[in-house]
């Protein structure tokens, strides 16, 4: 008899049925994420479809300005990560920091926070604000002009703060593409190098 419950105590039991089907589903869905990290334009594309959405909700609806509000906060939190090198160059930690003078090694800039978790957050953002806009207890009757103007306020400040590190580290958050350059010469300074070889 003993026996039987060791073999038992050893089998674990299956997992149940709800959590199979939670797991396959968070499964599928970061395969369609990791599936979409390559089509840049299309989910920026999708991203502004989304804002879009929430912001003619917003407008027909004349409400949930404090949604709005802590969504705007919440973009300028991710475009301020966005901008930002992974190493702040005034801890000066030195693993991956910024080169600052001619001489040094160049390093491409990363970032804090990557493009593809950018555009995921700022997604989840707009449609978790989207969702709040059908519980009446996010509509908070506010006078919406001064949160507007607080938050470029904000955005203002913020923003020179971020341009001036730029300018103090100089460095650019932006690349436009790997840098070619074209190794062919023109016949006559081939035959030039030749001969004076």
């Known amino acids: 008899m003993a026996s039987t419950s060791t073999l038992a105590d050893d089998n674990p039991s299956p ?5 199979r089907w939670l797991h396959e ?3 599928r869905y970061q395969h369609i994420l990791d599936k979409s990290v390559p089509f840049i334009l299309r989910r920026w594309i999708g991203l502004g479809a989304v804002a879009s ?3 003619i909700r917003v407008y027909f609806v004349q409400g949930f300005y404090i949604v709005s509000y802590a ?4 973009v300028l939190n ?9 190493v702040d160059p005034e801890i000066g930690d030195g693993g991956g920091a910024l080169p600052v003078r001619e001489f040094d090694e160049f390093r491409p800039f990363v ?3 990557p493009e593809f978790k950018f555009w995921y957050s700022l997604t989840k953002a707009f449609c978790i604000a989207f969702v709040l806009t059908f519980n009446a207890v996010f509509d908070v009757p506010v006078f ?4 507007l103007f607080y938050w470029f306020v904000l955005f203002t400040l913020t923003m020179r703060r971020q341009i001036q590190h730029m300018i103090r580290y100089k ?3 932006f690349s436009f593409g790997k840098k070619r350059y074209d190794g062919k010469r023109s016949s006559a300074e081939e035959g030039a190098s030749l001969l004076k070889d």
């Open 15 to 19: 997992a149940p049925p709800a959590a």
């Open 25 to 27: 589903i968070s499964r």
């Open 53 to 55: 959405l929430y912001a």
């Open 71 to 74: 969504l705007g906060i919440y």
């Open 78 to 86: 991710l475009l301020i990560a966005f901008l930002s090198p992974q």
């Open 111 to 113: 970032r804090r926070l």
């Open 144 to 147: 919406w002009p001064i949160l």
């Open 171 to 173: 460095y650019v958050p």
